[in-house]
């Protein structure tokens, strides 16, 4: 059976963006993984270097572990262990692939939906090739945001054809793509949402109330077969996807509580909001200008100067004001900028996960819908006399080459952990989390005389910072200082007494000062905390041998 000729293009088109979104991210082949959660993930998860097992994926499902539950996500990395073991190369390499199928995924989507491949192809370029995208795929770890997307595509062209078909099939096929969704990572919570803002557009499903609504009509280009319906209406038959993300919602927050990382005491409501609107107008401004990205920007924790989110939150309503008000002239510009606003909100810290004020990662889908507003846009511009194609090609190639030779250095900065660190530490001011981590990092080559000035100086802009105690205590411990590494490891524990590692470190140094009692009691409080500890069960062996 011989494909229609725009069939056949689209198809072209879609594989010639995911061949350049894969040979664009193919340098990710060279990294190395990182100590930032890609070993809790791969190389020292016990259910995942052992690959995939019935045992593996039985604890995928029933588990959860490093702070989330996502056992699609969990088997996607015991499969790439059988495929290519615990070498870090192809790891990288198959979310530069999966990277790559989301690209021509998003063209197919936005092609069929809209009737427009040009438009759609730029968007899917934009997405494919934008250096905020290099968290997602050069982190192994953050398989979650490759993988959860493509369910997320997936979905919408289910949905695509659910919409024009209306079938039970159809629509059970919608539900189980976006519960997968959900299981390889929860922010699709707003897939539900985004539907919706489908549906105004480009769909133009959405009818006036008192309206009858005609599911014969047929509206206008790229719109075919699309049965008009009341919001009402829209939301009702949508009442099984906001279920599922009700559910999803409800795990990972119980999930994130239970494992400590939700911070609402050290995060006042006030501080949260003034980050997420700073945060809001943040994501744009590297959107147009990616300069200076890091893997973890410290949050202003109430420093905030008042004038920031208040002027945040006036750009904000003046830029979902002019959309509004050329809502029928242009209706992408709403749909677009919606887009934006309603997928960053699981993530913009209004809930606090992590000590973090915002993370390039957080982008991955949202700023497709600013893709989709300066797409339509720049088009439109085009179109009138004053605009050449000639031009409009030209400024496209002048958009996305500079910014895949931006995203090729991006991931050069991934290669190792001293790399990624470093970066962090030179283009984010007091950036006390990468100092703390690039001294790991040196000290775990040994490299102690060089990690304990970057500790001194994480300490100095966050003195109860537990992570730059405890490593400044293990690193003195090591260097047979022992006086000197009690009381970090004091403070340390004084600030996560929950923290089994604290427990471990303060009972090595007291060990090593002779206060053998209360080293032994140290190491049996990191057990009660964390049973069968390998570290607190050598310490408490060690501190059975000496005097009481």
């Given at each position: 059976?011989?494909?229609?000729?725009e069939?056949?293009?689209?198809?072209l088109?879609?594989?010639?963006?995911?061949v350049a979104?894969?040979?664009?991210?193919?340098?990710?082949?060279q990294?190395?993984?990182?100590d930032?959660?890609?070993?809790?993930?791969?190389?020292?998860?016990?259910?995942?270097?052992?690959?995939?097992t019935?045992?593996?994926?039985?604890?995928?499902?029933t588990?959860?572990?490093s702070h989330?539950?996502?056992p699609?996500t969990?088997?996607?990395?015991?499969?790439d262990?059988e495929?290519?073991g615990?070498?870090?190369?192809?790891?990288?390499?198959?979310?530069?692939?999966?990277?790559?199928l989301?690209a021509?995924?998003?063209?197919?989507?936005l092609?069929?939906?809209?009737g427009?491949?040009?438009?759609?192809?730029?968007?899917?370029?934009?997405?494919?090739?934008h250096?905020?995208h290099?968290?997602?795929?050069?982190?192994?770890a953050?398989?979650?945001?490759t993988?959860?997307t493509?369910?997320?595509l997936?979905?919408?062209?289910?949905?695509?054809?659910w919409?024009r078909?209306r079938?039970?099939?159809?629509?059970a096929?919608?539900?189980?793509?976006?519960?997968?969704g959900?299981?390889?990572?929860?922010?699709?919570?707003?897939?539900p949402?985004v539907?919706l803002?489908?549906?105004?557009?480009p769909l133009?499903r959405?009818?006036?109330?008192?309206?009858?609504a005609?599911p014969?009509?047929?509206?206008?280009?790229?719109?075919?077969g699309?049965a008009?319906?009341?919001?009402?209406?829209?939301?009702?038959e949508k009442?099984p996807?906001?279920?599922?993300a009700a559910?999803?919602?409800?795990?990972?927050?119980?999930?994130?509580?239970?494992?400590?990382?939700?911070?609402?005491?050290?995060?006042?409501l006030?501080?949260?909001i003034?980050?997420?609107?700073?945060?809001?107008c943040a994501?744009?401004g590297?959107?147009?200008?990616?300069?200076d990205l890091?893997?973890?920007?410290?949050?202003?924790?109430g420093?905030?100067?008042?004038?920031k989110p208040?002027?945040?939150?006036?750009f904000?309503g003046?830029?979902?004001?002019a959309a509004w008000?050329?809502?029928?002239r242009?209706?992408?510009?709403l749909?677009?900028w919606?887009?934006y606003?309603v997928?960053?909100?699981?993530?913009?810290?209004?809930?606090?996960?992590?000590?973090?004020?915002?993370?390039?990662?957080y982008?991955y889908?949202?700023?497709?819908?600013?893709?989709?507003?300066l797409?339509?846009?720049?088009?439109?511009?085009?179109?009138?006399?004053?605009?050449?194609?000639e031009a409009?090609a030209?400024?496209?190639?002048a958009?996305?080459?500079?910014?895949?030779?931006?995203?090729?250095?991006?991931?050069?900065y991934?290669r190792?952990n001293v790399?990624?660190?470093?970066?962090?530490?030179?283009?984010v001011?007091?950036?006390?989390?990468?100092?703390?981590n690039l001294?790991a990092?040196l000290a775990?080559?040994?490299r102690l005389e060089?990690a304990?000035?970057?500790?001194?100086r994480?300490?100095?802009?966050?003195?109860?910072?537990p992570?730059?105690?405890?490593?400044?205590?293990a690193?003195?411990?090591?260097?047979?200082?022992?006086?000197?590494?009690?009381p970090?490891?004091?403070?340390?524990l004084?600030?996560?007494?929950?923290?089994?590692?604290?427990?471990?470190?303060?009972?090595?140094?007291l060990?090593?000062v002779?206060?053998?009692?209360e080293a032994?009691e140290?190491?049996?409080?990191?057990l009660?905390?964390?049973?069968?500890?390998?570290d607190?069960?050598e310490?408490?062996?060690?501190?059975?041998?000496?005097?009481t």
């Amino acid at each position: 059976m011989r494909l229609p000729r725009e069939r056949k293009r689209d198809l072209l088109v879609a594989l010639a963006l995911a061949v350049a979104a894969f040979a664009v991210f193919s340098p990710v082949g060279q990294n190395a993984f990182i100590d930032f959660d890609d070993f809790e993930y791969i190389t020292e998860n016990p259910h995942v270097r052992t690959g995939l097992t019935a045992g593996n994926v039985l604890w995928a499902f029933t588990s959860y572990h490093s702070h989330n539950w996502h056992p699609l996500t969990w088997i996607s990395h015991m499969v790439d262990v059988e495929l290519f073991g615990l070498e870090a190369r192809g790891h990288h390499l198959m979310n530069a692939a999966l990277h790559g199928l989301n690209a021509g995924l998003l063209f197919l989507f936005l092609a069929a939906a809209t009737g427009a491949p040009g438009r759609s192809a730029f968007v899917a370029a934009l997405f494919a090739l934008h250096p905020l995208h290099v968290e997602s795929v050069a982190w192994a770890a953050e398989r979650k945001d490759t993988l959860s997307t493509l369910f997320w595509l997936l979905t919408m062209t289910a949905y695509l054809k659910w919409v024009r078909k209306r079938t039970m099939t159809a629509y059970a096929l919608v539900t189980v793509l976006y519960a997968c969704g959900l299981m390889a990572k929860q922010m699709l919570v707003t897939l539900p949402l985004v539907l919706l803002i489908l549906d105004y557009w480009p769909l133009g499903r959405w009818v006036k109330r008192g309206t009858t609504a005609d599911p014969r009509k047929r509206p206008g280009k790229g719109r075919q077969g699309a049965a008009r319906v009341t919001a009402a209406g829209l939301v009702t038959e949508k009442i099984p996807l906001f279920a599922l993300a009700a559910a999803a919602s409800v795990v990972v927050y119980l999930v994130q509580w239970r494992t400590g990382v939700l911070h609402a005491a050290p995060f006042p409501l006030p501080w949260r909001i003034a980050n997420a609107l700073v945060s809001y107008c943040a994501y744009l401004g590297k959107a147009f200008w990616p300069a200076d990205l890091a893997v973890f920007y410290p949050h202003p924790l109430g420093t905030l100067p008042a004038w920031k989110p208040l002027a945040a939150a006036v750009f904000l309503g003046a830029v979902t004001a002019a959309a509004w008000s050329l809502r029928h002239r242009a209706p992408y510009l709403l749909a677009g900028w919606l887009w934006y606003l309603v997928t960053l909100l699981p993530v913009i810290g209004l809930v606090q996960v992590g000590v973090q004020a915002l993370a390039d990662r957080y982008t991955y889908m949202p700023l497709t819908g600013v893709f989709i507003a300066l797409s339509w846009g720049a088009r439109d511009l085009a179109g009138r006399p004053a605009v050449r194609k000639e031009a409009l090609a030209a400024a496209t190639a002048a958009v996305l080459i500079p910014l895949a030779v931006v995203t090729v250095k991006q991931i050069s900065y991934w290669r190792d952990n001293v790399t990624l660190y470093r970066r962090a530490a030179e283009v984010v001011p007091n950036n006390y989390w990468a100092y703390n981590n690039l001294g790991a990092a040196l000290a775990s080559r040994g490299r102690l005389e060089e990690a304990i000035p970057l500790f001194e100086r994480s300490l100095m802009i966050m003195p109860y910072y537990p992570g730059a105690n405890m490593n400044m205590a293990a690193a003195l411990y090591r260097l047979r200082r022992y006086g000197e590494a009690l009381p970090y490891a004091e403070r340390a524990l004084a600030i996560q007494p929950q923290n089994p590692r604290a427990h471990v470190i303060r009972g090595a140094v007291l060990l090593k000062v002779g206060r053998v009692k209360e080293a032994r009691e140290a190491f049996l409080a990191a057990l009660k905390i964390a049973p069968g500890d390998r570290d607190a069960l050598e310490g408490l062996e060690e501190a059975s041998r000496g005097p009481t």
